[in-house]
């Protein structure tokens, strides 16, 4: 049974920092999801991570994967108010299990 | 935005009482997707549908049934409501496999 596990939770930062958002996985998978979500709101897709070594860059985010250690990572650079939200990853090809996402709480 | 309606997006019930829910798109895409959404829990897939008629169970389908007669409408019905299937309901759709999922905007059920 997969299972997607990320860290931290809950994340507080100050406008300007750097963090990183961690998501692991416990079997195979062809490819890694991030999706944002902005409170009371819908999901919205933001990168898809096809192999081994893919990284995808937007903005001051980027997300990287690892799929010999299973594990996938969103990167944010000098965090801005706006980028507060809460990110998921999910994994799968036609059946997704999300994680339980990490809320980003950018503080000006 | 994937043309995706969810409805109702509000909705109160009493406990026992059925519930449906629908999602209906505008994008004739293959794949439906029903979701859960509960703090500390994430998302967590009800059931999907990968055809007409074709559906399968995901993580958390006891208490759930769904139907797709139509390519564009995908239901999710709660014979008997309870009180634990308060929640926020988000449906996906995808055009294939591995493709991103696009989502709707949820319903938001409360069971008293």
């Known amino acids: 049974e997969l299972k997607v596990e990320q860290n931290p939770l809950f994340l507080s930062m100050q406008e300007g920092k750097n963090y990183t958002i961690y998501c692991n996985y416990s079997t195979t998978s062809d490819r890694l999801y991030w999706y944002r979500q902005d409170p009371g709101k819908s999901l919205e897709s933001l990168f898809v991570l096809l192999s081994n070594g893919a990284v995808k860059q937007e903005g001051r985010l980027m997300a990287s994967l690892d799929t010999k250690a299973r594990l996938s990572t969103l990167h944010i650079t000098a965090a801005v108010h706006d980028l507060s939200a809460t990110y998921f990853c999910?994994?799968?090809?036609?059946?997704?299990?999300f994680g339980t996402g990490t809320r980003l709480k950018v503080l000006a | 935005d994937a043309g995706i309606t969810q409805s109702p997006r509000h909705k109160v019930t009493e406990t026992g009482t059925p519930v449906t829910l629908r999602c209906h798109q505008t994008e004739n895409h293959r794949y439906m997707y029903w979701y859960r959404q509960d703090p500390g829990h994430g998302l967590r897939l009800i059931h999907y549908s990968y055809g007409v008629k074709d559906t399968d169970k995901g993580e958390v389908s006891d208490g759930y049934s769904v139907s797709r007669s139509k390519t564009e409408d995908f239901l999710l019905t709660l014979e008997s409501a309870t009180s634990s299937q308060t929640s926020v309901y988000f449906c996906a759709i995808s055009e294939s496999t591995g493709a991103p999922l696009h989502f709707g905007n949820g319903t938001r059920l409360t069971v008293t």
């Open positions: 999910a994994l799968g090809t036609y059946k997704y299990i």
